[in-house]
């Protein structure tokens, strides 16, 4: 077998897991993980951005050093490795449960139950959601299924790609420590920061291969490429996040309505200006976000495995 199969092999399987499996149903490795790292975080904690950063380095080091250590020892055995990057890209991966917690808000949303659409929202965003009309509820589920698409399945995938096994738990890693302290408040702002910053980096390609995708494959879902594009290039920028800015964009125009705006974080207020120049989204939209969604997740792989292939081979011939 190839030294570059294992790899993409691995990933497809991996995504295909995702698919039909969804998360592991009890002791997920994610959840364990958190877990430590909150122990960690008892033990190294202070108010700087060294303690953080040395945080940061022990547990994405650590975890990403675990995977070297499966690569070295699964080096001469290919199927091995191969259904190992498996298990660590099912592990990885959150789309599928993504899609069906968005499925669940658009549910309650269609049997007009506002109350129960906006509990089950608190499932997807941190924003303060006991206020929120329906169009809000809409635009903010749309909105994580846009900028979690990339942070779970085409960031992922991408890194996989590159760095394998390695790539896959450090990513993971690095993603779940920015969603435990890459917070701006007054306990995380500097411990908090390598994180955030780390993660921000890790996302940097997926989150423009996303909002490439979801461009090229608005005419699936009813859309424009070109308005996915010109949404992308004037509105992102205004986003406060480097990652998020682009993808919800991008997904934005792809769907011909507008996201963004003003969020409530408890007793901080959030202005990520407006994306996209359409309409107010509905909660019908939700479903074509879901659909935009999944055909972005399926092009990620085959981007991702394309990749995987090439650079294998230019590292053969080299």
């Given amino acids: 077998m190839k030294r570059s199969v294992p790899r993409t092999v691995g990933l497809t399987l ?3 897991a995702d698919r039909v499996l969804g998360d592991p149903a009890s002791h ?58 498996a298990s660590a890209t099912w592990v990885v991966l959150g789309g599928a449960s993504l899609g069906r917690e968005a499925g669940k808000v658009r549910a309650h949303l269609n049997a007009g139950d506002l109350p129960a659409a906006r509990e089950q929202l608190t499932h997807l965003v941190g924003r303060d959601t006991s206020l929120l009309v329906e169009s809000e509820i809409a635009r903010a589920t749309i909105e994580s299924v846009a900028e979690n698409t990339s942070d779970a399945v085409v960031a992922p995938l991408v890194v ?3 760095l394998g096994i390695p790539g896959l738990l450090g990513y993971r890693a690095a993603n779940t420590l920015d969603a435990m302290v890459g ?11 390598a994180s955030a910053r780390l993660d921000d980096l890790l996302n940097l390609a997926g989150a423009r291969v996303t909002a490439l995708l979801a461009a090229g494959l608005a005419p699936m879902v009813g859309g424009s ?32 309505i507008q996201l963004g705006g003003v969020n409530r974080y408890g007793d901080r207020v959030e202005d990520r200006h407006t994306l996209g120049s359409g309409r107010a989204p509905t909660a019908a939209d939700i479903d074509r976000a879901r659909g935009l969604a999944d055909r972005v997740s399926g092009g990620s792989v085959v981007v991702a495995a394309g990749a995987a292939l090439i650079l294998h081979r230019r590292a053969g011939r080299s």
């Fill in 160 to 162: 996989g790609s590159f």
């Fill in 225 to 256: 490429p070109r308005a996915a594009v010109r949404a992308w290039r004037t509105d992102a920028r205004h986003h406060p996040s480097p990652n998020a800015g682009p993808v919800e964009a991008s997904f934005a125009g792809a769907l011909g």
């Fill in 28 to 85: 997920h490795p994610v959840a364990g993980f958190g877990q430590l790292a909150a122990r960690v975080e008892k033990l190294l904690y202070a108010d700087s951005r060294g303690r953080g950063a040395l945080h940061t380095a022990t547990l994405v080091g650590g975890t990403a050093a675990a995977g070297v250590l499966v690569e070295l020892v699964t080096r001469d055995r290919p199927i091995v490795r191969t259904l190992l990057t």
């Fill in 183 to 193: 917070h701006r408040n007054d306990r995380y702002q500097s411990f908090g920061w």
């Fill in 14 to 16: 991996g995504f295909v």
